[in-house]
């Protein structure tokens, strides 16, 4: 069991001692992190959530992915006044940016299937930690500081989280009795007091009329303007069950998640590529630049290709072999490519090299949490859930206890492809793309690894580049999560860590490389299954406050 949150993985823990399966922890975990984490995720906002079955040996995924109401149009994030679109965090700290949260049908949705508890059991340890509270670190009160303009132009928000008008004292205890009676009310009467009920009618008079206060003790350069999602919108929010991407990379069968995500296209269409060079022989500095120019070549096909109505078989042919090695031919081992590079063309001719146009576009949200949780019976659970930005859209509903997603701000504002189609603008019904990646790796047939990130669109790249860690480069586990992190999103700079700006960055300088630095890159969660049914659970040993890993039965990292 491994999460961000030492608090949420004990009650995870407990959970599987208890008898309870990985979805039950995983729904218990998640539900405490919306208390102990709830400017990452919460029941305002949504996730994906990828299960592997030990029974059946299958793999199968959850979209719980945020919705646009059906109001919403493609220029829904462009100003009428101006005909420009917003900046962004007027956007973000807005009504319009709350899409319909998918996360409680998530949890509900995946009890039914797999669990062996009942939703209101898993609620139960998280409605706890609200009521008693708990400790404020270190990176709790960052975040609240980071956000107390936006906190303050909120009445329900400066409540909980500026009391006295300042951030939490690290060391305090934060309580919120109001999420507790929140989850106590979803316990007793189920998901539709929340889709259509009086949790909803709540949420919606939120986004229609934001509770902004009179006298915020802060400014905000930005009128803070509705949105119109409705009570409809709420009720009609369904759950989806795409069938996983999946992809085999030298060996492993690598299963992630379908649009809205592009993590799983995005991730498996860069192994692909990187499976034409043989990592594991070069030197580090080769090894890193395939690394980093595989990642341009997949996110130029990301932003090109990807949204949530891209066609089934769209997405599948960009996980080709045979478009893999159209890609792959791009790649100069002497010399970084220029930046941004144009996208495929996945039509299944496969002709070398051959490239489309369409530009770059560019994504905000830094604002997630994962989760990693296997069981006794050797079923996994790989959860990736988000509020968007950190923080969500500033909003906490009144009486309710939990902050509202900004994830509509997750699509893009204007056309960013040129002529072409833009898959990724604001649509009725329709769910932004997501980087989300949460992945599972089998080794015939069995689970070798199952691991995620937070991070925004730099998810990708801290999936991929774990795994190009641990199965290229011969690391361990530990190794792989702790090591030092680059992501390249087809940008003109490499955005690194400055530990590897310092280290493999100087050489890769010399091959054309320039860099941006970023003080931290995602913060994984995984597990390796080793031989005689053993778990190495892991979390990270530095990034965002460090993680949480344990076991029921052995030590934990």
């Excluded at 004990?10 to 990985?22: D, Q, S």
């Excluded at 299944?348 to 296997?374: E, M, P, Q, W």
């Excluded at 072409?420 to 649509?427: F, R, T, V, Y």
Aim: glycine share 12%.
């Amino acid at each position: 069991m491994s999460s961000v949150d030492p608090t949420a993985t004990a009650v995870g823990l407990e959970v599987l001692r208890r008898g309870g399966n990985a979805v039950d922890a995983a729904v218990a975990v998640a539900a405490t992190l919306g208390v102990t984490e709830p400017f990452s995720a919460g029941i305002g906002g949504g996730g994906f959530f990828v299960y592997y079955d030990a029974r059946s040996g299958k793999v199968s995924t959850l979209d719980g992915r945020e919705t646009a109401p059906r109001s919403m149009t493609s220029t829904a994030f462009v100003n009428p006044a101006t005909g420009l679109p917003y900046a962004f965090q007027e956007a973000r700290v807005s009504g319009i940016s709350a899409g319909v949260p998918g996360t409680l049908a998530t949890w509900d949705t995946a009890l039914h299937r797999w669990g062996k508890r009942s939703l209101a059991t898993n609620l139960r340890p998280a409605a706890d930690v609200a009521r008693r509270g708990f400790t404020v670190d270190q990176t709790f009160a960052t975040q609240v500081s980071d956000n107390a303009a936006a906190f303050s132009q909120f009445t329900p928000t400066a409540a909980l989280f500026l009391p006295g008008g300042q951030p939490p004292a690290v060391g305090s205890t934060l309580r919120n009795p109001d999420l507790a009676a929140t989850y106590d009310l979803v316990a007793r009467r189920g998901i539709d007091a929340f889709y259509g009920g009086e949790v909803g009618r709540d949420i919606v008079q939120a986004v229609q009329h934001p509770p902004v206060a009179a006298s915020p003790a802060l400014p905000w350069q930005y009128e803070i303007r509705p949105g119109g999602m409705t009570l409809a919108d709420l009720r009609a929010y369904e759950v989806r069950r795409p069938a996983p991407t999946h992809m085999v990379y030298r060996g492993y069968d690598v299963y992630g998640m379908a649009t809205p995500s592009s993590g799983g296209s995005t991730v498996g269409e860069a192994l692909n590529i990187l499976e034409h060079s043989n990592l594991g022989t070069l030197d580090r500095t080769q090894a890193l630049h395939r690394y980093l120019e595989a990642s341009a070549l997949a996110f130029a096909d990301r932003n090109r290709y990807v949204g949530d109505y891209t066609p089934r078989p769209l997405l599948d042919a960009l996980l080709t072999d045979g478009f893999a090695a159209e890609r792959a031919c791009q790649i100069d081992p002497l010399h970084a490519a220029t930046k941004p590079v144009l996208p495929g063309v996945p039509d299944g001719r496969y002709d070398a090299c051959a490239t489309a146009t369409g530009g770059a576009s560019t994504d905000f949200g830094k604002s997630t949490t994962n989760l990693t949780v296997a069981d006794k019976w050797g079923n996994v659970v790989e959860y990736t859930l988000t509020i968007e930005q950190i923080g969500g859209n500033g909003i906490v509903v009144p009486g309710r206890g939990f902050l509202l997603n900004n994830e509509l701000t997750d699509f893009n504002f204007t056309n960013t492809q040129g002529t072409a189609d833009d898959p990724n603008l604001p649509g009725p019904g329709k769910r932004p793309r997501s980087s989300m990646a949460p992945t599972i790796v089998l080794q015939d047939g069995r689970p070798f690894l199952a691991l995620g990130s937070p991070g925004g669109s730099t998810i990708v790249t801290t999936v991929l580049q774990i795994l190009v860690n641990r199965i290229d480069l011969g690391m361990t586990l530990p190794e792989a999560l702790a090591a030092p992190r680059a992501t390249q999103r087809n940008t003109a700079a490499v955005v690194a860590e400055p530990a590897f700006i310092a280290g493999p960055g100087t050489a890769l300088g010399a091959l054309g490389h320039t860099f941006t630095p970023m003080a931290e890159i995602g913060a994984a969660t995984a597990i390796e299954f080793l031989p005689r049914g053993k778990l190495l659970a892991c979390a990270e040993p530095v990034r965002r406050g460090t993680g949480s890993a344990g076991t029921v039965h052995g030590g934990s990292r």
